[in-house]
């Protein structure tokens, strides 16, 4: 039906375009200049006309279409009129239309994943921030408890010998032996603390030299024998024989690592109860390792399994610190971090009855 009607109309243009050329031939004949001349003037308004109606209803047509969101419909100029060489070239405004707005929408969503990215990274540093004021905040405060306690100690045996409330020559010689081992308390604290800052700000210089293992292991027992048999307990060292026979040696600063071990044992000697056994071993090593690991176990009562990561954090007092496993909670995170320094790794296995083991690497000699 429509096909027909467009046949009916191109005929009745065509009719009409002959009639008038028939017409304007005529006027012409017989004279008629100006009426030749109006009708041929009509006759190119009317092509004109249409063309251009033609071309105004398919530009409204294809901007009504992309009003609502559909691109498939295409836009023809028969002339373009960008200045090109390329006599085959079509210019497709909605094409290039179509282009910029996937392009524009494609800047869009990649801004919106910026945003999004940026946004996550704030909060994630806001969140590590605030932790970190509130570990600052909480390492000031322990830091002030365990500074104030032995201060208010010997501010108070002190007070008392001034005030004339001890004046027996004994008790004087008692309070004095008292005011003497909070001051070693007190100095070994700010020792402590002024260590592990150096240590995590890596600002120190180790003296790295080589010694074998069973060297180091006679040593720190020789060492702390009488400190571990004082506390009612047994300290045992053993090798394997595979590391003997390999004669391994390992490079490390031999101070520090007894400083080390001295936190490892006296740890192990706080979780322990009288009667208990504290070992220092070390694990086979090849000829072709590159690290040697060292160990410290013990039998004491253990801990749980989800506390063993925080074991070697700042302060870490367990769930309830009782007066014996209580201490100032630097010794296992020194340990860390000057084993971290050799270029090490150090980490923990405890169950609850079953003990403690804390393991630690040291690299091998070249």
Same mark, same amino acid.
Request: aromatic letters at 8%; proline letters at 4%.
């Given at each position: 039906? +429509? +096909?027909? +009607?467009?046949?009916?109309?191109?005929l009745?243009?065509?009719?009409?375009?002959?009639?008038?050329?028939?017409?304007?031939?005529?006027?012409?004949?017989?004279?008629?200049?100006?009426?030749?001349? !109006?009708?041929?003037?009509?006759?190119?308004?009317?092509?004109?006309? #249409?063309?251009?109606?033609?071309?105004?209803? #398919? !530009?409204?047509?294809?901007?009504?279409?992309?009003?609502?969101?559909?691109?498939?419909?295409?836009?023809?100029?028969?002339?373009?009129?960008?200045?090109?060489? /390329? /006599?085959?070239?079509h210019?497709?405004?909605?094409?290039?239309l179509?282009?910029?707005?996937?392009?524009?929408?494609?800047?869009?969503?990649?801004?919106?994943?910026?945003?999004?990215?940026?946004?996550?990274?704030?909060?994630? #540093?806001?969140?590590?921030?605030?932790?970190?004021?509130?570990?600052?905040?909480?390492?000031?405060?322990?830091?002030?408890?365990?500074?104030r306690? *032995?201060l208010?100690?010997?501010?108070?045996?002190?007070? $008392?010998?001034?005030?004339?409330?001890?004046?027996?020559?004994?008790?004087?010689?008692?309070?004095?032996?008292?005011?003497?081992?909070?001051?070693? %308390?007190?100095?070994?604290?700010?020792?402590?603390?002024?260590?592990?800052?150096?240590?995590?700000?890596?600002? %120190?210089?180790?003296?790295?030299?080589?010694?074998?293992?069973?060297?180091?292991?006679?040593? %720190?027992?020789?060492?702390?024998?009488? /400190?571990?048999?004082? $506390?009612?307990?047994?300290?045992?060292?053993t +090798?394997?024989?595979?590391?003997?026979?390999?004669? !391994?040696?390992?490079? $490390?600063?031999?101070?520090?690592?007894?400083? %080390?071990?001295?936190?490892?044992?006296?740890n192990?000697?706080?979780h322990?109860?009288?009667?208990?056994?504290?070992?220092?071993?070390?694990?086979?090593?090849?000829?072709t390792?590159?690290?040697?690991?060292?160990?410290?176990? /013990?039998?004491?009562?253990?801990?749980?399994?989800?506390?063993? *990561?925080?074991?070697?954090?700042?302060?870490?007092?367990?769930?309830?610190?009782?007066?014996?496993?209580?201490?100032?909670?630097l010794?296992?995170?020194?340990?860390?971090?000057?084993?971290?320094?050799?270029?090490?790794?150090?980490?923990?296995?405890s169950?609850?009855?079953?003990?403690?083991?804390?393991?630690?690497?040291?690299?091998?000699?070249?």
């Amino acid at each position: 039906m +429509t +096909t027909k +009607t467009g046949r009916h109309k191109r005929l009745m243009l065509l009719f009409i375009a002959a009639s008038g050329l028939v017409t304007v031939a005529w006027s012409i004949y017989r004279g008629a200049y100006w009426l030749a001349a !109006v009708l041929m003037l009509l006759l190119l308004c009317s092509i004109f006309a #249409r063309a251009l109606l033609k071309i105004y209803s #398919r !530009v409204l047509t294809c901007m009504f279409e992309l009003s609502r969101g559909s691109f498939d419909r295409e836009i023809f100029a028969s002339v373009d009129p960008r200045p090109s060489h /390329d /006599d085959n070239s079509h210019y497709q405004p909605a094409d290039l239309l179509l282009t910029r707005l996937n392009e524009q929408q494609a800047f869009n969503q990649e801004l919106t994943a910026m945003n999004q990215r940026l946004e996550k990274l704030v909060k994630e #540093r806001t969140v590590a921030l605030e932790q970190a004021n509130m570990a600052r905040r909480q390492l000031l405060a322990n830091i002030s408890h365990d500074l104030r306690t *032995p201060l208010t100690s010997i501010q108070g045996y002190v007070e $008392a010998m001034l005030d004339g409330v001890i004046i027996d020559p004994e008790e004087k010689t008692k309070y004095l032996n008292l005011i003497y081992t909070k001051a070693l %308390v007190l100095n070994r604290l700010i020792k402590e603390l002024f260590d592990l800052s150096h240590l995590e700000a890596r600002q %120190v210089s180790l003296k790295l030299r080589s010694v074998t293992p069973e060297e180091l292991i006679s040593q %720190v027992c020789e060492k702390y024998q009488e /400190d571990v048999k004082m $506390a009612g307990l047994n300290l045992m060292a053993t +090798t394997k024989p595979e590391v003997q026979q390999s004669e !391994v040696k390992l490079t $490390a600063d031999t101070d520090y690592i007894e400083r %080390v071990y001295a936190n490892l044992i006296f740890n192990s000697i706080r979780h322990t109860p009288p009667g208990g056994t504290i070992q220092l071993s070390l694990l086979p090593v090849a000829a072709t390792d590159d690290s040697i690991t060292l160990t410290v176990r /013990d039998s004491g009562e253990g801990i749980q399994q989800e506390q063993v *990561p925080f074991i070697f954090d700042r302060y870490y007092q367990g769930t309830q610190p009782s007066d014996k496993t209580k201490n100032s909670g630097l010794g296992l995170n020194i340990a860390k971090e000057i084993i971290a320094a050799h270029g090490g790794h150090i980490w923990a296995e405890s169950q609850p009855g079953a003990g403690m083991a804390i393991y630690f690497t040291l690299p091998v000699a070249n």
